[in-house]
C-alpha cells in the first residue's frame, strides 16, 4: 500500500506450513469437487465464501464489526446485473463496475462510520445499508420487488461461454482463489501488521503515529470491495439480482459465516461459509425455522465457541490456519 | 392542492404503518382499525404551504406517534448500554413479543388492555433478566461485539418462533372502548387513542428520566455505569441491579409494544424494521444522556412525519439521512459525549 509507515514495521514474513498445507487441500477439493458436488450449489458457496472473507478482512484483522456488507454484496450484485443485461456488457466487465460501485458506496459509507467506534460503528454501517436497502427498493433501474431477471451469463472475455455449468465453475474458481491470495497478500502486508496493531491497541497505533483513520478507511474500501466482487458473481451466476442480497438478513448471515469458521483466521470464512450455505440447502424444507436455527447457532458460537471452528482447530492444534 | 399519490396523506389512516414493505403486504382492514369514520367532512379545510391542514397535522400526528415509540425504545436501549455496555439488539423482538402478549391475554385470557398494558411489560421483562442471567453475563468482560451478536442471535430465534406459529400477516388488537373515536378540533381530527399514545410515551419517558437523574436508586445506577467495583465496595448489589436493569429496559420495549398493537397490527417482524431505525435514532441522540434520547426520539419521528408530508419519496430515508449529516458534523452525536 502506500500509505507511508512511520516506524518500520517489516514484521518477519512467519509463513506457515500448515497455511500452504491448508490452501493446498482447498484447492484440490475445489478442483475435483464439481465432479460429485451440484456446481450451482459450489458456485453460490463459492460467492458467499468470498463475501465471508471479505467481511472477515474488517472483523478479523481491524476489529471493526461491519453490520451492513449486504450494502456493498447487493448493490454490486444490481450494477452488474443491470450492466450485462441493458448495456450488454461482457461478464468481466459487468463484474469490474459491480466491484467499483462497491469501492464508491464503501468510500462514502466507510468514511462516515469510521467517525465512531466499537457498537456505534456496527449501528452506523447497518443504518447506512438500511438506506441503501430503501434506495433499491424505490430505484427504478433495480425493478424493485422482482428485481433484475434473466441476466445474460455471456461469454467470458468476449469467448468463452458462461452458459456451460464447467465454464462457469471454473471462472468463479478463479475469481475466488484470486481474490482469496489477494486478501490474504493484505493480511500478511506491512499494511495489514498496522490493521493489527490498530485491532489490539488503536490509541498505541495512533500513539506510534500512525493515522488510523485512514488505514481504517482504506480497509473498509478494500473490504467492500471484495464484497461486491462477490456480489457481481453471484449475479452472473444466477442471473438475478434481488432484494434479498441487500437487506439486512444477508448482513447477518455473513457475520454467522465469518463467526462459525472464526474470526481472524484465514480459511475460517470459507468453511463457515459453506456450513451456512448447506445448512440454507438442506433446512430449506422446514421454512421459518431455518431464522431460529441460525440464530441458535449465533448464541452457541459466541457463548461456547468463539474461535469459530477453524479457529478452536489451530488453538488445539497450535497452528496458524 | 399539491398532486399527490392516490390516498397518500389524504386520510389520517393512509401512511402510520413503519414498516417499508407495508405497500406490498396486503394490509389487513379489520373492522377493529375504523377509528376514524372519515373526518374530513367535519373539520374546516385550510392550507399550510399549499398542503392541507388535514394532511399536515394528520402527518404530524403520525409522527409523534412514531417519535414516541422511536422515544420509548431508544431510552431502553440507552439504560442497557449504560449499564450493560451492550447494544440490546433483541430489543426489537421484545417490543415485538409486548405487542403479542398483550394478543394472548386478550385473545385466551379476556384480560383487558389496561391490565396488559402492566402485565405484558412484567412478563417480557421477565424473560429478559432470564436472558441476562443465562447469557449476558458471561459477555460483559469480552468485547462489545460478542454481545450484539448474541442478542442479533436472539433476535432471529424469537422472531423465527413466531413466525412460524403466527405467519407474517398482522394480527388485530382492539382499542380499548374508554379510548374509541376522537376529538374534533376544528383544524384536525384527534384520534383518543392516538393522543393517549402520545401522552402517556411522554409521561413514562418523563418519569424514567426522573428516576434516572433525581431519585437515589438513580444515583446507585449513575454511580455503577460510573465505576461499578466503587459502588460494590459500598455494598450495592450491582450484578443484581444491572439484572433489573434489563429487565426494565425490555420492559420498556414490551410497553411500547402494547401501546403500538391497537395501532400496527401485531405481526412477528413488526420489531426487526423497527429496531434498525432505532438504531439511527440512538446514534444521532447519543446515548450518554437520557433527555437526549427522548428529544431526539420525538423529534425525529415529527421530522419523518413531515417529510411524509412534503416529500414522501424520502420518508423512509429521512432518518438514516439525517444520521449521516449529524456524523460528519458532530461525530459523538447531539447530545452524546466522545466515545
Redesign the interface.
Known amino acids: 500500500m502506500t500509505i507511508a509507515s512511520p516506524a518500520a514495521v517489516a514484521a518477519k514474513p512467519t509463513r506457515s506450513w500448515s497455511e500452504t498445507i491448508a490452501f493446498a487441500v482447498m484447492v484440490g477439493f475445489f478442483l475435483i469437487a464439481p465432479l460429485f458436488i451440484y456446481p450451482l450449489f459450489l458456485m453460490k458457496a463459492l460467492c458467499f465464501a468470498l463475501f465471508a472473507c471479505a467481511f472477515n478482512l474488517l472483523i478479523g484483522y481491524v476489529g471493526l464489526l461491519s453490520f451492513g456488507h449486504a450494502l456493498y454484496f447487493g448493490w454490486a450484485s444490481y450494477v452488474c446485473a443491470y450492466t450485462a443485461k441493458a448495456w450488454g456488457l461482457t461478464p468481466e466487465l459487468a463484474i469490474l463496475l459491480g466491484a467499483a460501485t462497491a469501492a464508491v458506496l464503501g468510500l462514502v459509507a466507510g468514511s462516515i462510520a469510521i467517525r465512531r467506534q466499537g457498537i456505534y460503528f456496527a449501528m452506523i454501517t447497518l443504518a447506512l445499508a438500511q438506506m441503501m436497502f430503501f434506495f433499491a427498493v424505490q430505484a427504478p433501474f433495480t425493478g424493485g420487488e422482482d428485481g433484475i431477471q434473466a441476466v445474460p451469463r455471456g461469454y467470458l472475455f468476449g469467448v468463452i461461454d458462461l452458459v456451460n455449468p464447467m465454464n462457469m465453475y471454473f471462472t468463479v474458481l478463479a475469481i475466488f482463489l484470486g481474490c482469496f491470495l489477494l486478501i490474504y497478500r493484505i493480511i500478511h502486508s506491512p499494511f495489514g501488521e498496522v490493521l493489527k496493531a490498530i485491532r489490539e491497541n488503536e490509541t498505541r497505533a495512533i500513539s506510534l503515529g500512525y493515522k488510523t483513520d485512514r488505514y481504517k478507511l482504506v480497509a473498509f474500501v478494500l473490504s467492500a470491495t471484495f464484497a461486491g466482487v462477490a456480489g457481481a458473481t453471484k449475479a452472473i451466476v444466477f442471473q438475478l439480482a434481488s432484494l434479498t442480497d441487500v437487506d439486512w438478513p444477508m448482513s447477518g448471515e455473513v457475520v454467522l459465516m465469518t463467526l462459525v469458521g472464526g474470526l481472524g483466521t484465514v480459511f475460517g470464512p470459507v468453511i463457515g461459509a459453506f456450513i451456512v450455505i448447506s445448512m440454507q440447502n438442506y433446512l430449506a424444507q422446514i421454512g421459518q425455522w431455518v431464522l431460529v436455527v441460525q440464530g441458535t447457532v449465533f448464541v452457541i458460537c459466541v457463548m461456547l465457541f468463539r474461535r469459530g471452528i477453524i479457529g478452536e482447530i489451530a488453538h488445539a492444534l497450535r497452528i496458524k490456519l | 392542492m399539491r398532486s399527490k399519490r392516490p390516498g397518500e396523506g389524504l386520510t389520517i389512516e393512509s401512511t402510520d404503518d413503519p414498516h ?2 407495508a405497500r ?1 403486504r396486503v394490509r389487513a382492514t379489520s373492522p377493529f382499525q375504523g377509528e376514524v369514520t372519515s373526518p374530513i367532512g367535519k373539520t374546516r379545510m385550510f392550507e399550510i404551504f399549499g398542503i392541507p391542514s388535514q394532511a399536515l397535522f394528520g402527518q404530524l400526528l403520525i409522527g409523534l406517534i412514531n417519535g414516541s415509540f422511536y422515544a420509548l425504545l431508544s431510552l431502553g436501549l440507552a439504560v442497557i ?1 449504560g449499564m450493560l455496555n451492550i ?1 440490546n439488539f433483541t430489543h426489537g423482538a421484545q417490543y415485538m413479543m409486548g405487542a403479542f402478549v398483550a394478543y394472548f391475554l386478550l385473545q385466551w385470557a379476556g384480560i383487558n388492555y389496561w391490565a396488559a398494558l402492566v402485565i405484558a411489560p412484567i412478563l417480557v421483562g421477565f424473560t429478559g433478566i432470564i436472558v441476562e442471567r443465562l ?1 449476558l453475563q ?2 460483559y468482560k ?5 454481545g ?3 442478542t ?10 413466531f ?2 406459529y403466527f405467519g407474517s400477516s398482522g394480527l388485530p388488537y382492539r382499542i380499548p372502548d374508554a379510548l374509541q373515536g376522537g376529538q374534533n378540533l376544528g383544524f384536525m381530527f384527534l384520534p383518543n387513542y392516538r393522543a393517549w399514545v402520545v401522552v402517556f410515551s411522554l409521561a413514562v419517558c418523563l418519569a424514567t428520566w426522573f428516576v434516572i437523574e433525581r431519585t437515589r436508586l438513580g444515583a446507585y445506577l449513575r454511580a455503577a455505569t460510573e465505576n461499578p467495583t466503587l459502588v460494590r465496595a459500598f455494598g450495592i448489589n450491582v450484578p443484581r441491579m444491572i439484572t433489573l436493569t434489563y429487565g426494565f429496559g425490555v420492559a420498556l420495549a414490551a410497553l411500547a409494544g402494547v401501546m403500538a398493537a391497537p395501532i400496527y397490527n401485531v405481526s412477528p417482524q413488526m420489531g ?1 424494521h423497527l429496531i ?2 432505532v ?2 435514532v ?2 444521532i441522540g447519543g446515548m450518554g444522556s437520557i433527555m437526549g434520547a427522548i428529544v431526539t426520539g420525538f423529534g425525529l419521528g415529527l421530522i419523518e412525519g413531515l417529510t411524509k408530508v412534503f416529500f414522501p ?1 424520502a420518508s ?2 429521512v432518518i ?2 439525517i ?2 449529516i449529524v ?2 458534523i458532530r ?2 452525536g447531539l447530545f452524546g459525549r466522545r ?1
Open positions: 417499508p414493505l406490498n448500554f447494544i447469557f458471561w459477555l469480552l468485547d462489545h461485539l460478542y450484539l451478536l448474541l442479533f442471535g436472539l433476535a432471529l430465534v424469537i422472531e423465527g418462533v413466525r412460524n426487526s434498525i431505525v438504531f439511527a440512538v446514534v419519496e423512509n430515508t438514516f439521512i444520521m449521516a456524523l460528519i461525530p459523538a466515545v
